[in-house]
């Protein structure tokens, strides 16, 4: 259960405010994309996203933008929210997280993995020693793995919902 546990679960992205990430000390962000930040394949991000990494940018911390993804789909994405981007990431492993921590100015202290899968977003974060924040899925989802991944999900998020 332990690494497939994150450090805070919230129900939406713009729910992680400037406070939390003092309080976890965190100074760089590696975001998922798809079910994070907008519909799969949706070139428009849910509302109030472009405001929130605004937001949390002005407040010092540094944002990559991390997907398992294709380049043709997360790089047009990542140039309209105006941030850096590691497409096909291979999460649950590690290579995508050092690829985009090596695009930070600065090494970073403290990173934190946003995003919405367990097996994937959560997984990695724990197996690279970052911490993590999992969100709950927004868009209906198509396809065997991420319906065999969901129903995987299942018993750890009501778990978590009961602590
Ligand atoms: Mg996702």
């Known amino acids: 259960m332990s690494l497939l546990k994150p450090t805070v679960s919230l129900k939406n992205v713009t729910d992680i405010t400037p406070e939390l990430l003092q309080q976890l000390q965190i100074d760089a962000i590696l975001l998922d994309v798809d079910n994070t930040l907008a519909p799969p394949t949706s070139h428009i991000p849910y509302e109030g996203v472009q405001q929130w990494i605004d937001c949390i940018r002005q407040s010092g911390i540094h944002i990559v933008i991390c997907s398992n ?24 492993f590690p290579f ?18 946003v995003g919405d899968q367990i097996y994937t977003d959560v997984l990695g974060a724990n197996l690279a020693g970052m911490q993590s924040v999992l969100l709950e899925p927004r868009s209906e989802e198509h396809g065997f793995t991420i319906w065999l991944r969901r129903k995987m ?3 750890i998020r009501k778990k978590l919902n009961r602590q």
């Open 153 to 155: 999900e299942v018993g």
């Open 96 to 113: 995508g997280f050092n690829r985009a921590k090596r695009k930070l100015k600065e090494q970073p202290k403290s990173v934190l993995v």
């Open 69 to 92: 993804n294709y380049q043709k789909r997360v790089k047009p994405f990542s140039d309209s929210v105006g941030l850096d981007c590691v497409a096909m990431s291979l999460k649950p």
